[in-house]
């Protein structure tokens, strides 16, 4: 199983200019030959839920964002229909209880799975990141298995940059957004939360960003491919996120440095020890030449 823009662009390689049953079967049993794809794995038994229920609750979103705006432009009209404010209000309630309904559906999924709630518990360790987040990234992908870096892990969801240069002319530097969208949008606010939360670390990689590019969505954009990565490195390795981590990083270099070195001196300053006690010794059993008469 490919995506179908690839096979697209590999038939187009060949100059086909017609499309048929035909042509498309010889184009894509030619791509299986020569290129190594691998093999398409399902999702496991608890992803395909889980994803249903975060797409889900996406759309409710969306709804009630347009339900919202209408009941603005209802409200602020020169003549607002009260009737219609009412049947908009009323779809807003629906809208909540369903949010909550399926929110708590998610949590309850995961609850009931104890390897996906320990994973789960480890990643919303990552400041402005919640669960809704973490189980949009991880239903989206199903668990990393498909990823073996975290180059397609960013390709995937459409961080990868593109660039437009040739020669003196260089054009703008931008992300693809050729990937999956669900994980772009679940992403866009928690950029916003670690930035605030976490100055140490996302902090000080926004303000780097800012700095050099002089556009702030540019530094949160790159704030979301960080958190992504965070997010992959912490599924993989089963570990919590340690905000201080690179300090405490370099403290236990420079202590396993010190360890080193004292072993070190004293490996050679016993080996000066030994040495001088050998000379002391080879001095006090010096044998004298025995002096011959007449000569």
Not at 184 to 199: E, G, I, N, Y
Request: overall charge positive.
């Amino acid at each position: 199983v490919v995506l179908p823009n690839k096979a697209k662009k590999y038939m187009q390689s060949f100059g086909y200019k017609s499309k048929n049953d035909k042509i498309d079967a010889r184009g894509l049993s030619r791509m299986g030959a020569e290129q190594h794809l691998d093999l398409w794995h399902p999702y496991s038994e608890n992803i395909y839920p889980l994803r249903s229920l975060t797409r889900h609750n996406e759309d409710l979103q969306q709804e009630k964002t347009v339900a919202g705006n209408r009941l603005e432009a209802q409200t602020y009209s020169s003549h607002p229909n009260k009737s219609v404010c009412k049947h908009l209000n009323s779809m807003i309630k629906l809208i909540d209880k369903q949010i909550v309904q399926t929110k708590s559906e998610i949590n309850t999924l995961i609850d009931n799975d104890v390897i996906l709630k320990e994973k789960f518990e480890k990643v919303e360790t990552i400041k402005g990141v919640g669960r809704i987040t973490v189980a949009t990234v991880i239903a989206e992908t199903n668990g990393f298995t498909l990823f073996n870096n975290m180059r397609q892990l960013t390709s995937f969801a459409g961080y990868d940059i593109v660039e437009k240069q040739s020669g003196n002319t260089s054009g703008k530097t931008r992300i693809s957004k050729r990937g999956n969208s669900h994980i772009r949008r679940a992403l866009h606010m928690p950029s916003f939360s670690a930035v605030r939360h976490d100055s140490k670390n996302i902090g000080v990689f926004y303000n780097r960003i800012y700095e050099n590019t002089g556009y702030k969505m540019k530094g949160y954009t790159a704030v979301q491919r960080k958190l992504l990565c965070l997010i992959y490195t912490l599924w993989n390795k089963n570990e919590p996120y340690i905000e201080n981590y690179e300090e405490l990083k370099n403290k236990e270099k420079l202590e396993k440095k010190d360890i080193k070195t004292v072993s070190e001196n004293k490996g050679t300053s016993g080996e000066k020890e030994q040495k001088s006690l050998f000379l002391h010794c080879s001095e006090g059993t010096k044998k004298v030449p025995a002096i011959t008469p007449g000569v």
